[in-house]
């Protein structure tokens, strides 16, 4: 029974469209809270509540760089087939990279004068 509970757990948890969105952002690799706030058009405050019900579940994991935070898939190897049956395979369009977001991952690198981008 003690695994059938822990089984619904994950369940109820996957059961919310924005948690399913952001581990459908998160199967493409580690994100910053911003970079998700400008994929969802939602606001940092309640990206990051739902990013900490997914984090007490197990889902999804944390690494502080600088002011940034970072966070990614816990267990991909059991969560990313589970998200390919109830979304489908990821897409070809890859990495969203919305217009304006100010996240490491999208944010133009600036190349000092005299320095080549490589």
Do not use: W
Request: some cysteine; glycine content about 8%; hydrophobic content about 35%.
């Amino acid at each position: 029974m003690r695994a059938y509970t822990k089984q619904a757990q994950l369940f109820r948890c996957l059961a919310h469209p924005v948690r399913l969105q952001i581990l459908d952002i998160l199967r493409r690799g580690e994100e910053c809270v911003c970079h998700m706030e400008a994929v969802l058009g939602r606001r940092q405050s309640y990206i990051s509540q739902q990013l900490m019900i997914l984090r007490d579940a197990g889902l999804v994991d944390s690494r502080r760089d600088g002011l940034n935070v970072f966070y990614c898939l816990a267990a991909p190897e059991t969560i990313t087939p589970l998200l390919d049956v109830a979304l489908g395979p990821l897409g070809q369009a890859g990495r969203h990279n919305p217009a304006g977001c100010p996240c490491p991952h999208c944010a133009p690198v600036s190349v000092p004068e005299g320095c080549s981008k490589s």
